[in-house]
């Protein structure tokens, strides 16, 4: 499985957890939201057509409490 796969599963994973809406629009909202990021680059991420760069991925770490690593290896 490529990497930006597991990624992508992990953020979803932990965005279900944190019981953020299953809507695409609503997902892609909160994500640009919390992230500070634009809703083109947030939607990109989300459906996997971008990976996220090591710095966007330690602050989605930081703020779901959760080791960076576990988001690319779990």
């Known amino acids: 499985m490529p990497i930006h796969t597991q990624i992508l599963e992990n953020i979803h994973a932990l965005l ?8 695409k629009d609503d997902r892609i909202a909160y994500f640009s939201k919390i992230f500070e990021l634009p809703f083109e680059e947030s939607k990109n ?13 330690k602050q989605i770490a930081d703020k779901f409490e959760v080791d960076a690593f576990w988001l690319l290896n779990n």
Do not use: A, M, Y
Not at 45 to 57: M, T, W
């Open 45 to 57: 991420l989300l459906e996997g057509e971008q990976v996220p760069n090591k710095k966007l991925l």
């Open 16 to 23: 279900d957890f944190n019981n953020v809406s299953k809507g």
